[in-house]
């Protein structure tokens, strides 16, 4: 099925360093999720961009939505070990298809 | 309120089995989605249910089926197991179904021997 680009696959980082990540696709979506997923459970959202352009903050982390609607990122600053788990983007094109597609995900360890 | 539950959380199946999952969605949630988690696949929709009819569908074959009922809640079956159907499988709720935010439950981790 269609998925997104995600980047990095994986993250290696000391506790206290910023965390970037993101999601390209060829196609345009009409919302951007971020969710993070600990082992065993299920995604939980992080944060929700409905607008292109959109730069959205929850405590520590912070996303955008990209001007083409075509991508999106994540930043984490000052990393802390609970950080630790896989991210998701996920795009809705909204209208018929409201389901979701994923990105492959970003395993982030954190090292303290 | 109390999130998406889903039941069971754990099962184990063998080859040629059917199975059902169940999906109560969070309190005024009227949309149902399931999708599949694999290690090699990542997340994949499987299909989508509003008030109580299949709205939109992933590209699974017809073993994989799933109903909602009028309060809302799902079933998912999967018929004739394979060994490749192993999976995470997750259902998300939502307000409606268009541009709502989906909220997930915790998954049924199915094994199929």
């Known amino acids: 099925g269609q998925q997104l680009n995600q980047s990095p696959q994986s993250m290696f980082i000391q506790e206290g360093e910023d965390v970037s990540m993101n999601c390209t696709s060829s196609s345009i979506f009409n919302t951007w999720l971020w969710y993070k997923q600990d082992p065993g459970e299920g995604p939980v959202l992080l944060i929700a961009l409905y607008k292109a352009g959109e730069l959205t903050s929850n405590g520590r982390l912070t996303a955008q939505f990209g001007i083409t609607r075509k991508d999106s990122f994540l930043n984490i600053s000052a990393s802390i070990p609970s950080d630790v788990g896989i991210y998701f983007c996920a795009g809705q094109q909204g209208g018929s298809q409201g389901n979701l597609i994923f990105g492959k995900g970003t395993k982030l360890s954190v090292k303290p | 309120k109390a999130g998406v539950t889903q039941t069971p959380r754990y099962l184990i199946k063998t080859r040629g089995q059917q199975v059902t999952l169940s999906c109560s969605p969070i309190?005024?949630?009227?949309?149902v989605s399931w999708y599949q988690q694999t290690p090699g696949q990542g997340l994949q929709f499987l299909f989508e249910y509003f008030s109580e009819t299949q709205r939109n569908k992933g590209n699974f074959p017809g073993r994989f089926s799933g109903r909602q009922f009028s309060n809302s809640r799902s079933e998912m079956n999967v018929s004739t197991l394979e060994l490749g159907d192993s999976a995470l499988y997750l259902c998300?709720?939502?307000?409606?179904?268009?541009?709502?935010?989906?909220?997930f439950g915790p998954g049924t981790r199915l094994l199929v021997l």
């Open positions: 998300a709720s939502s307000l409606t179904r268009r541009g709502e935010t989906q909220y």
């Open positions: 309190s005024g949630h009227r949309s």
